[in-house]
């Protein structure tokens, strides 16, 4: 049996890794090294002064001793680490269309791992609840990769509530060094939503100060609206509470929408406040449309 589920591991995790791959090469193939970029500058070698150079760079040293003036040139220090904060709470199981919200955020950080790799980045994983589940050092290759996807599929937590500011404290006490920081969720936050939030923010504005920190929200459809289906018995997946709601009633279903509408915009307002960037999702919805779209703008912020 053990031979069997590993066999069928080791396949899903090359199914993703072939699709995963394409994406890359067709849809994100400059978008990522456009996007974001190194630490700072290496030293790459000394060269003649040509009229126009930049006059500070000049190496006196290098002039003095031949008594011709020289500049030093320096090339951009490309080699990134890339930390992915996974969310697989209890609701990340949640799905209605044909995958669901952990599936999608597993793709998703395959996605966001071979384009680092392609550009001989680190990629580092935290996959957590709300206590860390497990966290993987940030590495280089295929085989990494490789079990950073297989860990985001079937890693079995042992929580099953939500707390960000779990993740965004740990990843600031073991990464030192600025990183690009992805916390994928799907944002559910336990008890009251907006005092969820508002515990939040400050984490969300130091972990932003400290690294380049981006928030990618997975929903599923039938978070933001209910079918017209009868009654229908809604349970919290990390808590286990149940509700009971007639959905062939308009107005409950418009209270629905609101409130889902309401913690959205409220959601969003938290993220802007606390500077950090942030991409919306749906797992009803092919996510690479949005993700290029994203990108293209922060490049074009960037270059502004």
Not at 74 to 85: G, Q, S
């Amino acid at each position: 049996m053990e031979a069997q589920i590993t066999r069928e591991i080791l396949k899903k995790v090359r199914q993703v890794e072939v699709r995963t791959r394409r994406l890359v090469n067709d849809s994100l193939a400059g978008d990522y090294h456009s996007v974001f970029k190194g630490s700072g500058m290496n030293f790459d070698e000394v060269r003649e002064y040509v009229a126009g150079d930049e006059i500070r760079a000049i190496d006196w040293n290098v002039t003095a001793r031949t008594g011709i003036p020289h500049i030093k040139k320096f090339t951009e220090e490309r080699e990134l680490t890339i930390l992915l904060l996974i969310d697989i709470s209890g609701s990340g199981q949640f799905g209605s269309t044909s995958s669901s919200k952990r599936e999608m955020m597993a793709e998703l950080g395959a996605v966001l791992a071979f384009s680092a790799i392609r550009n001989n980045d680190k990629v580092g994983l935290i996959l957590f609840t709300d206590f860390i589940e497990l966290s993987i050092p940030p590495q280089k290759g295929r085989s990494h990769i490789l079990r950073v996807i297989r860990e985001i599929l079937y890693f079995k937590p042992q929580g099953k509530k939500t707390d960000l500011n779990v993740p965004l404290d740990f990843a600031g006490r073991v990464c030192k060094r600025r990183s690009v920081v992805f916390l994928i969720s799907d944002f559910c936050l336990p008890g009251d939503f907006q005092a969820g939030l508002d515990q939040l923010q400050p984490k969300l504005r130091t972990g932003n100060r400290r690294h380049d920190l981006i928030g990618i929200i997975v929903s599923d459809p039938r978070e933001h609206a209910l079918p017209d289906v009868g009654w229908l018995t809604i349970e919290d997946a990390e808590n286990g509470r149940q509700v009971e709601l007639n959905t062939s009633d308009p107005a409950i279903r418009a209270r629905y929408a609101e409130t889902a509408a309401q913690r959205q915009k409220n959601l969003l307002k938290t993220t802007r406040a606390a500077g950090v960037d942030v991409l919306n999702l749906s797992t009803g919805e092919p996510y690479i449309p949005a993700l290029t779209g994203f990108f293209g703008a922060r490049r074009r912020r960037i270059r502004r």
